[in-house]
């Protein structure tokens, strides 16, 4: 049996198999790709910024980020094409977060690890000092 859903973007339904949106909204979003890819692939347009490929196609920032994401478009070739960090809004050209907000998810991530480790040697030591130790002449009664 084929999975019914509704379309994420317009809310028709549809039958959901390769695609997320349906045959309507795909259409749309492949119009919209193309548009952007034209407008870049232009030799004069390859300095555009991000808001320079807005103003000049109509789609919008997002979407022009969801190519970015999906490898559509390679920044690589686009020195002047950013797109906001997911944590900070910061422009980015590569990943999902700047290096500014990835660094503090790291030291946020170590410094949890360091308190677990204390957390169980102070576990550890306690247990020691409460150890019970029985005699062999319990056992030769």
Do not use: W
């Not at 859903?5 to 317009?10: E, G």
């Not at 692939?41 to 979407?63: F, H, L, Y």
């Not at 070739?77 to 910061?90: A, T």
């Amino acid at each position: 049996m084929q999975n019914l859903d509704n379309c994420p973007r317009c809310g028709d339904l549809f039958v959901k198999s390769l695609r997320p949106v349906c045959n309507k909204c795909h259409k749309e979003v492949e119009e919209k790709f193309q548009k952007v890819y034209n407008f870049i692939r232009k030799r004069e347009n390859r300095q555009a910024t991000m808001s320079e490929v807005v103003d000049a196609t109509g789609v919008s920032q997002e979407d022009i980020t969801h190519f970015i994401k999906e490898g559509r478009i390679h920044v690589r070739q686009f020195p002047n094409l950013e797109y906001p960090c997911e944590s900070c809004g910061k422009s980015i050209r590569e990943g999902r977060i700047c290096s500014s907000c990835k660094d503090n998810i790291e030291s946020g991530l170590q410094s949890q690890a360091r308190e677990k480790e204390r957390s169980e040697r102070d576990k550890e030591r306690e247990r020691a000092r409460y150890q019970t130790y029985h005699s062999l002449n319990d056992r030769m009664k």
